[in-house]
């Protein structure tokens, strides 16, 4: 055994210990401290002077006072504090959970300076929902009443949508990015608020994802045509407020009424992508466009109705143009012109009517007026009806114009062909001579075998065995391989190719009027009238098809005459009365 006292040591040891216990705690009572929302994001603390922190001493003070906020010190930064390296020392550390962020530690042993800070981070709260606007939202679509209709009264104008336009865009909130604190635990973040929008009916919901914002997003996309209806959060009609979205293809209107208040005396057009059905009238100088149907319980006296689909009204004193039928009880002063039928039940007067086929046939009263009407139809059936004037019946005058059209151009396009025929005799007539005169030059070799093959592809152009293009690329590499040498047989090829080509397009031509002109004469045999009723006083029934005129009147000498009568037409003889 030694005989020697190692007490000694472990008594200078423990005074060591105690003097860097010390020192750790009072660096660490000089702690200033930086908060938020109850969490430390820094912390700066003072690093003693060397004539109280000797030097063999600043390394394991540093290191304890750093194990309190669970920091581990680098070993080449640990090298430069055991140096008394006074250069800035910064380095981070990495948190244990990979989603956070690293704090950073800077210590500096200027003896100016002489202090030790930990530096965490923020964390950076979720950013709110918000809405992305595609209509105008601020229109009132009218208020919307307990039976599901809306009342339009005081509305000119709606906010509307085509089937698949795109509504409403709502970015969905974020979550946000955890900081970390001094200690290196989490500061969770302030998820963003979230705004939630419902879908009604005509609209259809769609997830995303916006690559630009880096955001979730939620499109609200037309499923239909029709009128958008937006119900928002309180009186503040604002993208934020937004709550539900609603396409409604079908709106109901108690009175539609210009004649005075909103549009004064302005000439105004309504235009609306939604069934409409008005339980009043329609009044006032302004036009009505609607993409779908239009059914008015009452009277129409706008300037102009147009509708994809059908219109019904009571009476009408205005131009419709419906894309399928019309429906009405009276018209005065109108213009009727429907893409199928019309159909008309009490009165026609002063108005022009024009359809596929009109049928004039009395509903609640014993017959349907008629006088200074004029009606243009393929096939009309006027049943129950009283002329008290002239009824005039013009039967398809569009498609006598347009087989007169296509007549002409047929003709012209006959005489175009035989003209490109005999364009085309000639400049092969005149290629033959060339190519002659080329043979008699070189008689054989390279020369004639790239000229019989040419010779071969016009006779194949003129059969329509190939195409002009394959003769024109064939022509010009003639041209090309010879230097020039056939420069006048690669001219004369071109000019055969292109009065084949005019005469291939002529018979083209000829060919598309033949087809128009057979269905013209094909809808002419579906040309008739039927009409049944009396003619009263100066009462006149006249009846036009192409230049024939027919016609029926009241005798003078009875106060009414009966009618009825049935025509058909039949090309090449005329209008033929049946039974």
Known sequence: MSDVDLSIFDEEEK???????????KMLSSAQEVRHEGAVLKVAIDIPPPRELPPDQVFPVLREVLEHYNVEIPPDIAEKLEANDYAEQVFLVAADDAELRPRKVTICLDPEIRTLSIRGEAPLNGLDSFVETFIDYEVKAGKLREDGSIDFREINRFPQAREGDLLVRLYEPTAGVPGIDIFGKPIEPRPGRAISISKGEGVVKKEGFDEEKSRHIEEFVAEKPGVVICEFEGEVRAPEKLRKISVQNKIEVINVDFTTGNLGSELEEIRCMADVVVKGDIKGQFSVIVDGNLEVHGSVEGQKIDVSKTF????????VKAGKNITVGSCLNAQLDAKEFVLVQR???QSRVAGEKIFFKPK?????????AHLQGHQIYLEGINVRNILTIELAPELFLELKKLSKKLKAAETALETWTGRVKDRVAILVSKMQLVQQNYKEGPIIDSLNLVRGLVTKLLKGEVTTERVKSSAAGLHSQYQGKLKGIAKGVEAVVVAQERLNETRHELE????????????LHTLEI?????IQGNGTILVQCNQQELSWSNSPAAPTTKVQFRLKYVPGEGLIQIG
Do not use: H
């Not at 005074?15 to 705690?25: A, H, I, P, R, W």
């Not at 609640?364 to 200074?372: E, H, I, R």
């Not at 598309?512 to 809808?523: G, N, V």
């Open 15 to 25: 005074k060591e210990k105690g003097q860097e216990d010390g020192l750790v705690e």
């Open 312 to 319: 019904s009204a009571i009476f009408v004193k205005s131009n």
């Open 347 to 349: 009165e026609c007067s």
């Open 364 to 372: 609640g009263v014993p017959y349907v007026l008629c006088g200074m």
């Open 512 to 523: 598309e009027y033949r087809s128009q002109i057979k269905e013209l004469e094909e809808r």
């Open 530 to 534: 039927k009409v049944m009723g009396t």
